[in-house]
């Protein structure tokens, strides 16, 4: 018999029903859930009327708007860091570092070739990224898949905007026998994320301020190797020390001026433009982060 | 700057921004819950499909139904026990216990007067509630307000089922000036929270059943007092040790059953029905539950 008490309730909660005997990784994750929510609720001796104001902060929570197509959950558990300790958790420090996804992937992004341009932006500086997809050991992994997807100058995602066609600054890519990838792009400006909800409203409660730093998104996957998703940030930016999903760590890069006129001749641009180089080092799907 | 690494990610959240300046409370509230769903992450070791897993679940379960019109949030924090920790965290126990609301109280319920009943039920048995709401001296509270809620005899609400009438029973009644209160209503039966959800499918996988002990509920307040939610349970009922709300405690009424003629002639029924009787206690709104 449950004897439901101050001192008794959890243990109740947990051992009511079968405690998972058909879906014990389900039923681990569900104990440990109930214990630590059990425990917020005494440590910060939650009322009633607090419990209300944080149901109904996630029932607004999951309203999709425009902003972000999937729903505000998604950006919630980013800002909370709940994502970026998930990554941390599993990454392996040896390959590049794996990055939280966001909430505005699409899949199916337009297959486009070696040297192409990802995008429609009049406004912004061009950029030239390439490097190589490696392997442990720095050998060259071809026709390694490359999808990309990023904000344009503005700091918008195609989805965001209706001005875009649907699929700008989203691509996928092989690298060739070398193992390089190549593309043209602009420079994305850091962007704040959705605020006009429940999460932009918790974040302005909280004094936190609700900006990203500029990023370029990344999945990157070939056959034998573990899936890669990750982002690469942008030097300079000023939310590098404090972006708002916890997610910059090592993968920054620097990005090179050109605007003498052989420069821009040879590149073909009218105006300056930037270049920059990263290389993607991927593990074999054998290994287990916890292998390495 | 923050350095974003596995050991700081926790502080590095909790830091971003102003630290909860303009307010304290939710900067308290924020802190301690970011600091345990970290910890869970970490203990389970949670992985990047179990956070998608969990998302998803989320923006499920906020969606509403003619099940629960309010959403299922509310239903999960039941099922979860948080609500019925919030509310032993917050119990004064010289006062009658208070209990969850859950999540179909409709406000402004029909006014009806001492010894109306409650609903329209052909198939029900009859029960005669009565009793008296009293303060901690055990003196009567003349006038006080009493919201009562209930299934009827199959289990349903009336937002439930569309042959209901809307305010069946529900009613909100007056004591008389000994603090009497009376109504006839019919039994209630214990019924599933709803499954057809993402929280029914919870249940199913835990292999926790979900069923409630048959209730009765009410929310008592008068001048001066402080408020008081609360449910009484029906004694005998299969699931009082394992209601899936957590909410049985002490509240537990015997029901008396009559079959004699002459009773039933007293109380104008044609066939057998029941009584029993309750006395609420309130507090003075003066004092806080700690105090007492």
Same mark, same amino acid.
């Given at each position: 018999?449950?004897?439901?008490?101050?001192?008794?309730? $959890?243990?109740?909660?947990?051992?009511?029903?079968?405690?998972?005997?058909?879906? #014990?990784?389900?039923?681990?994750? %569900?104990?440990?859930? /109930?214990?630590?929510?059990?425990? *917020?609720?005494?440590?910060?001796?939650?009322?009633?009327?607090?419990?209300?104001?944080?149901?109904?902060?996630?029932?607004?929570?999951?309203?999709?708007?425009?902003?972000?197509?999937?729903?505000?959950?998604?950006?919630? $558990?980013? !800002? @909370?860091?709940?994502?970026?300790?998930?990554?941390? !958790?599993?990454?392996?420090?040896?390959?590049?570092?794996?990055?939280?996804?966001?909430?505005? %992937?699409?899949?199916?992004?337009?297959?486009?070739?070696?040297?192409?341009?990802?995008?429609?932006?009049?406004?912004?500086?061009? @950029?030239?990224?390439?490097?190589?997809?490696?392997?442990?050991?720095?050998? #060259?992994?071809?026709?390694?898949?490359?999808?990309?997807?990023?904000?344009?100058?503005?700091?918008?995602?195609?989805?965001?905007?209706?001005?875009?066609?649907?699929?700008?600054?989203?691509?996928? *890519?092989? $690298?060739?026998?070398?193992?390089?990838?190549?593309?043209?792009?602009?420079? &994305?400006?850091? %962007?704040? /994320?959705?605020?006009?909800?429940?999460?932009?409203?918790?974040?302005?409660? @909280?004094?936190?301020?609700?900006?990203?730093?500029?990023?370029?998104?990344?999945?990157?996957?070939?056959?034998? %190797?573990?899936?890669?998703? $990750?982002?690469?940030?942008?030097?300079?930016? &000023?939310?590098?020390?404090?972006?708002?999903?916890?997610?910059?760590?090592?993968?920054? /890069?620097?990005?090179?001026?050109?605007?003498?006129?052989?420069?821009?001749?040879?590149?073909?641009?009218?105006?300056?433009?930037?270049?920059?180089? *990263?290389?993607?080092?991927?593990?074999?799907?054998?290994?287990?982060?916890?292998?390495?």
């Amino acid at each position: 018999m449950q004897k439901i008490a101050l001192d008794t309730i $959890t243990e109740a909660v947990i051992n009511h029903g079968d405690r998972g005997k058909s879906h #014990p990784r389900l039923y681990e994750i %569900y104990t440990s859930l /109930v214990r630590h929510l059990h425990d *917020f609720v005494r440590e910060v001796n939650l009322t009633q009327s607090e419990l209300q104001q944080g149901r109904n902060f996630l029932n607004s929570a999951s309203h999709h708007t425009q902003e972000i197509p999937t729903g505000e959950i998604h950006v919630l $558990t980013d !800002l @909370l860091g709940i994502s970026e300790l998930v990554e941390l !958790l599993h990454d392996a420090h040896r390959s590049t570092e794996s990055n939280l996804e966001g909430p505005l %992937y699409v899949p199916n992004a337009p297959e486009r070739q070696m040297g192409d341009r990802l995008g429609i932006d009049t406004e912004g500086d061009s @950029l030239f990224l390439s490097g190589r997809v490696l392997d442990l050991n720095g050998q #060259p992994i071809a026709n390694a898949l490359i999808d990309v997807w990023q904000p344009n100058s503005k700091g918008l995602y195609d989805v965001q905007e209706p001005s875009q066609p649907l699929g700008n600054f989203r691509a996928r *890519f092989k $690298t060739n026998k070398s193992g390089k990838y190549m593309f043209e792009t602009v420079v &994305p400006l850091g %962007y704040k /994320v959705p605020s006009s909800g429940p999460s932009g409203e918790l974040l302005g409660l @909280l004094g936190r301020h609700p900006w990203r730093a500029a990023h370029i998104h990344f999945k990157l996957s070939a056959p034998e %190797y573990t899936p890669l998703t $990750t982002q690469i940030f942008i030097a300079g930016d &000023p939310h590098l020390d404090s972006d708002t999903t916890f997610a910059v760590r090592s993968a920054i /890069v620097e990005l090179q001026k050109h605007e003498a006129l052989d420069e821009l001749k040879a590149h073909n641009q009218s105006k300056l433009f930037y270049t920059t180089e *990263f290389d993607f080092v991927l593990k074999p799907a054998t290994l287990s982060s916890r292998e390495l």
